[in-house]
DNA sequence: TCAGAAAATGACGGTGCGTCAAATTACTAA
DNA sequence: TTAGTAATTTGACGCACCGTCATTTTCTGA
């Protein structure tokens, strides 16, 4: 009987836990990053501030929740990927398409991991929210070096230089999507397809072997949804 | 004497403009982003809040002439950058060295420019300055545009890939910079090293021809110092 | 039923933004 | 020189938000 009442608490907290992150999740979505205040989910919620803290020691706290999380939909999305794709270069291409779906999916939330690297941000959040979104990070990066160390016949060093250009190169293109910087002005159209092309040039410049499944983003993209489907239901 | 009088008021508007600037940028760089407020500004200027509020309606004005000013002596090193080098695969590397040079003298500065591309800040930031903050950004892709359409025999679908794949891999780079993103833990001990390698790999999947005056950082940073020096003394 | 623990509340202090009526300074013309 | 006017400067004020904590409410088990 002991064990039931704190059962019953225990499932109420976790439930009210998700009531909070899905107002953030919304008040986000509506109103973006300025619309999102502690008080604003206190009202929402209908639980009072202090409730809100006893939760989330603060406002940054939530938002690294919201983006760890995103993040591991994205890690099991690549995991998909990884497992479904045979060439190395359809691999790297199902990742990146992978970050673009998950993006599209949630953009509020995917354009805020930008934000949880800026030194204000990390000076407020916990750093137990903060250790885990690296560790999602992390965990990233690895799964990229062993997909260019497996496969392709590269060096150690090789294979770290097509990591960090791949990465740079999907992280700049996710901040120009994510900042809405216009490209359309300045006469580019699409930017994903821009970025399959240009990612297609590097992967050449490895001489990673060509592989016409995976040349066309609109193709890809119908074929990665439905690798990712699970996901996305 | 009319015009006498209007002259000096002029001027003296006019330092007190750089004044609020430097203080501004001191600001800036000892405390960061959330040192920045316009009462510290008012208090280091021996101004008082109303009188800063002449000169920029916001925070973020204040923010985005500094972003302006960091983008403009950006350009003028481009575009010596581009004077000098010969082969194109010499000026695309330059250009980029133009980047990191810039971004090194000026840290706090250069990495404001994220900021200015998120909503939040673009809500309150004057639409003018806006402008000008893209007129740069704008004059910057074009230099780009035409580095790659002149001399590759590139057709002006290859020309905008080329470019796009530059501009994003170069822009992740100075965001994995900027966010001091410690790719150390991950392995990568000097990310603008990688950057360069990775940089040549997509030159070559580009089939921009080699260029050996361009290919060690270390030289690079030498000779690129000297060209740029008028804007570093 | 009730005492004591646990949890929820919202008023409060603090900080920063941006405004505006009042005070100060500068200018002009007699 | 001076009185009146225009321009400029000022900082107190209203507002919004953060995070805290004493008080109130709810729950628990005897």
Redesign the pocket.
């Known amino acids: 009987m ?1 064990g039931t ?1 704190k059962d ?2 225990l499932k109420e907290r976790q439930s009210r836990d998700e009531l909070i992150l899905s107002v953030a999740k919304r008040l986000l979505v509506e109103q973006g990053m300025a619309g ?4 604003a989910i206190a009202d929402q919620t209908d ?5 809100i ?2 939760h989330y ?3 940054e706290d939530i938002v690294a929740k919201l983006a760890i999380s995103c993040g591991e939909s994205l890690i099991s999305m690549i995991d998909l990927a990884l497992q479904h794709a045979k060439s190395v270069r359809h691999k790297v291409v199902l990742v990146s398409a992978a970050y673009f779906i998950n993006g599209q999916a949630q953009p509020e939330i995917a354009n805020l991991v930008s934000n949880l690297n800026t030194p204000e941000f990390q000076e ?1 959040v916990s750093q137990t929210l903060l250790d885990e979104f690296k560790k999602n990070e992390d965990i990233i990066i690895k799964r990229i070096l062993t997909l260019f160390s497996q496969g392709t016949g590269f060096d150690s060093n090789k294979v770290m230089d097509a990591a960090f250009g791949w990465w740079s190169m999907q992280w700049g293109v996710q901040d120009i999507l994510a900042k809405g910087w216009n490209m359309q002005d300045l006469g580019f159209a699409d930017p994903v397809q821009y970025f399959f092309r240009s990612l297609h040039i590097y992967l050449d410049g490895l001489g990673v072997p060509e592989d016409e499944a995976c040349h066309d983003w609109a193709q890809l993209r119908i074929q990665a949804q439905q690798i990712f489907q699970t996901n996305c239901e």
Do not use: A, E, F, N
Request: glycine letters at 10%.
């Open positions: 002991l009442s019953r608490k999102l205040s502690m008080q639980y009072s501030k202090g409730t803290y006893q020691g603060c406002k407020k």
